[in-house]
């Protein structure tokens, strides 16, 4: 239990009140206190019928960073495609402006941040499928807990009105506190058996691999990603809570992240980061090329030497490395990066990755680099209008937030994104996954097929398939 003084009650709700009412518009109350250690897992479970599932779940690779949110204070949406990052990025720092922060601690993540993010192509044809999730969305929650190198915090956020009245700000405190009670009941969730795969048209994707392989050979395209989706069924509800528990288990080496809007959830295992800023520098990650992992550390050692020496991969990679390099250059006085590629081992499959680490100014907008990068070589192609235009004209998939950079940013503007992949939409007792790869001049479309499967294969293990 955190304990709260009278007199800070009083204070605290005043100064909301009298700062609503004097500019007459809504105004942001964002106390932070330390506390015990916690399971973000319990924390994450507590909003699912307390917030009408309304929640967020993020955990970055190292285990350096989990946030979860619960409830929305504010929630940042357009459908609009155009300067969309400006725009979510100004209504944020409006947001911000005039707020209360009471946080003592200087830790990024810690205080009120914005969790969510942006669809893969907002040009392309809305579908059912997404209509749940806005192109462009961010929550802001009314509980965060963040738990940052090993020490926890709650960073409450409330939201004074011009009609609000001092009673606002103790309300929110006793909600809070009965919050953190519920996490001593243990809720139980099972995992519903899968009924049903149902591959969406397959043979018409590899039709589609073909003829895009055709234009690459005579066209100014290099590089097109095609995605395509898995549908499955299940005997019930299927819990966001168990499949991030299996996530946790399963994939500790990736962003673990959960985005409920709606009644759907958004969940994944993401191997890839598409940036972070804390400062001054940023961090971004070349993450191209894949081949299986092996059965024997022989046979994993051998695989991996292949891909290391493998051409098409080489070069696939070679053009994510370019296209980063240059996007970061245009907002960094200096960009870092190793001469070659080295191997990113997950579960199933190991990747060639590269790091890049970038020197900046403090005011560099994160949501701008974040515009500039998206969608990398590895999830669009190249060049990347063409290839998006491409994307657009020939893939029957409503990609929605898959492949798109999902993360979050703190009121420092510091914050990270990840390219959300290896990720699925649980729709109840259905769910969609998704999977892309990278299409060039000599791609079959048969190998491409089965690298998709392979790259089904995290999202379908954590769900109880196989």
């Keep these: 239990m955190i304990t709260i003084q009278e007199t800070e009650i009083k204070e605290r709700g005043l100064l909301g009140v009298n700062r609503a009412r004097e500019l007459g518009r809504p105004i942001l109350m964002s106390v932070v206190h330390k506390m015990d250690t916690t399971n973000p897992l319990s924390f994450f479970n507590a909003g699912k019928d307390r917030y009408c599932g309304e929640r967020f779940f993020w955990k970055d690779p190292t285990n350096d960073m989990v946030l979860v949110g619960l409830?929305?204070?504010?929630?940042?949406q357009s459908d609009q495609a155009a300067d969309r990052f400006f725009h979510v990025e100004k209504e944020w720092k409006s947001f911000l402006k005039d707020g209360f922060i009471f946080n003592q601690y200087k830790v990024d993540g810690v205080g009120p941040l914005m969790f969510g993010g942006f669809s893969f192509d907002p040009f392309k044809e809305k579908t059912e499928l997404w209509s749940k999730f806005a192109a462009s969305l961010f929550h802001i929650p009314k509980f965060l807990l963040s738990i940052v190198r090993g020490e926890t915090f709650l960073t409450t956020n409330i939201i004074f009105t011009p009609n609000d009245d001092l009673s606002l700000y103790s309300k929110s405190l006793e909600e809070r506190n009965q919050l953190l009670d519920s996490l001593r009941t243990r809720i139980s969730t099972k995992s519903p058996s899968l009924m049903r795969k149902n591959e969406i048209f397959p043979e018409r994707w590899k039709q589609t691999v073909d003829g895009v392989v055709k234009e690459l050979?005579?066209?100014?395209?290099?590089?097109?990603?095609?995605?395509?989706e898995l549908r499955l069924e299940f005997s019930s509800v299927v819990e966001a809570e168990t499949v991030l528990e299996s996530l946790y288990k399963q994939q500790p080496a990736s962003y673990i992240f959960a985005f409920a809007s709606n009644g759907d959830c958004f969940i994944g295992a993401s191997p890839e980061r598409l940036i972070?800023?804390?400062?001054?520098?940023?961090?971004?990650?070349?993450?191209?090329?894949?081949?299986?992992?092996?059965?024997?550390?022989?046979?994993?050692?051998?695989?991996?030497?292949?891909?290391?020496?493998?051409?098409?991969?080489?070069?696939?990679?070679?053009?994510?490395?370019?296209?980063?390099k240059e996007a970061l250059e245009q907002s960094c006085k200096e960009v870092i990066l190793p001469d070659k590629p080295q191997l990113m081992k997950m579960r199933d499959i190991q990747h060639l990755y590269t790091p890049v680490i970038g020197k900046c100014g403090p005011n560099t907008s994160l949501l701008l680099l974040v515009e500039k990068l998206h969608p990398t070589p590895a999830l669009g192609g190249l060049p990347k209008t063409l290839a998006v235009e491409k994307i657009r004209e020939v893939e029957e998939l409503d990609r929605g937030l898959f492949g798109g950079p999902l993360g979050w940013v703190d009121y420092q503007q510091n914050g990270e994104f990840a390219v959300a992949i290896r990720s699925g939409l649980i729709q109840e007792q259905e769910v969609s996954l998704f999977a892309g790869c990278g299409v060039v001049s000599d791609s079959k479309s048969e190998d491409e097929y089965l690298e998709t499967a392979l790259k089904f294969r995290p999202m379908l293990r954590a769900l109880g398939g196989k």
């Design 71 to 76: 409830g929305i204070s504010k929630q940042i």
């Design 276 to 324: 972070k800023k804390q400062g001054d520098e940023v961090y971004s990650t070349c993450l191209a090329g894949s081949i299986s992992r092996g059965i024997t550390e022989e046979e994993d050692q051998i695989l991996g030497q292949t891909l290391l020496a493998d051409q098409k991969n080489l070069i696939e990679h070679g053009y994510v490395v370019e296209m980063i």
């Design 217 to 228: 050979t005579n066209g100014p395209l290099k590089k097109v990603v095609l995605a395509r």
